[in-house]
């Protein structure tokens, strides 16, 4: 017993020893990382993805009519028209024809063709519609001091028949659409109340050919 408790004191002595040989075993430093210095790289995103924020991104455009033979004052006015939420063809050629036949566009008209500012129209018609009673020739001059215009420009004419009852009276039936010319024709009248009726349908009708499509 002896022998065997002494060989094995041998053996654990020499295995200690062996031990104390070997370098002793260090952990890896800790790495510092510093919150303000790391940077975080984001997935660059995919191209469906783009593709579809680019698709949501477009509005789509608003289909209107236009009349590329028309001259300044009528492609203002038939914007003005569609502005208001008048979108059928023939209702804007109806009145675009009305607009015609009073005045072709031609703001500073008075009856009988004379080209002159509000104040020198004495007698007759004037403007765009020709307003001719006294109160409603009156009224453009009201409106347009009220509001800094001018009587005699195609800007401060337009603002102001769309404030007239005459033709508050009659818009919301100008925005029903697929009606015939006719139709929009007999509301004009009440519009206006013109004695001679001319080639106002003529011209309404030449307008509806005209228009087209923006889309």
Same mark, same amino acid.
């Given at each position: 017993?002896?022998?065997?408790?002494?060989?094995?004191?041998?053996?654990?002595?020499?295995?200690?020893?062996?031990?104390?040989?070997?370098?002793?075993?260090?952990?890896?430093?800790?790495?510092?990382?510093?919150?303000?210095?790391?940077?975080?790289?984001?997935?660059?995103?995919?191209?469906?993805?783009?593709?579809?924020? /680019?698709?949501?991104?477009?509005?789509?455009?608003?289909?209107?009519?236009?009349?590329?033979?028309?001259? /300044?004052?009528?492609?203002?006015?038939?914007?003005?028209?569609?502005?208001?939420? +008048?979108?059928?063809?023939?209702?804007?050629?109806?009145?675009?024809?009305?607009?015609?036949?009073?005045?072709?566009?031609?703001?500073?008209?008075?009856?009988?063709?004379?080209?002159?500012?509000?104040?020198?129209?004495?007698?007759?018609?004037?403007?765009?519609?020709?307003?001719?009673?006294?109160?409603?020739?009156?009224?453009?001059?009201?409106?347009?001091?009220?509001?800094?215009?001018?009587?005699?420009?195609?800007?401060?004419?337009?603002?102001? +028949?769309?404030? /007239?009852?005459?033709?508050?009276?009659?818009?919301?039936?100008?925005?029903?659409?697929?009606?015939?010319?006719?139709?929009?024709?007999?509301?004009?009248?009440?519009?206006?109340?013109?004695?001679?009726?001319?080639?106002?349908?003529?011209?309404?009708?030449?307008?509806?050919?005209?228009?087209?499509?923006?889309?």
């Amino acid at each position: 017993m002896f022998n065997a408790l002494t060989l094995a004191a041998v053996l654990t002595g020499s295995a200690a020893t062996s031990l104390a040989l070997l370098p002793p075993v260090t952990a890896p430093p800790p790495v510092l990382e510093s919150p303000s210095n790391s940077i975080v790289l984001e997935a660059p995103p995919k191209p469906q993805e783009v593709a579809i924020r /680019e698709a949501a991104s477009e509005k789509p455009k608003e289909r209107r009519l236009i009349c590329k033979s028309c001259n /300044e004052n009528e492609q203002i006015a038939l914007k003005e028209l569609q502005d208001r939420g +008048i979108k059928d063809r023939n209702a804007l050629a109806t009145i675009m024809g009305n607009i015609r036949q009073e005045s072709t566009f031609v703001p500073n008209i008075c009856e009988g063709g004379a080209r002159v500012p509000y104040h020198r129209c004495t007698r007759g018609g004037y403007g765009l519609i020709q307003l001719t009673s006294q109160s409603r020739y009156d009224g453009l001059g009201r409106f347009a001091t009220k509001t800094s215009g001018d009587p005699s420009s195609l800007s401060t004419q337009l603002s102001y +028949i769309f404030t /007239e009852s005459q033709w508050r009276g009659i818009e919301d039936q100008l925005k029903v659409p697929g009606r015939p010319i006719e139709y929009y024709m007999r509301l004009a009248h009440r519009w206006l109340g013109w004695g001679h009726h001319g080639a106002r349908t003529a011209y309404a009708h030449d307008y509806a050919r005209r228009l087209t499509s923006n889309s």
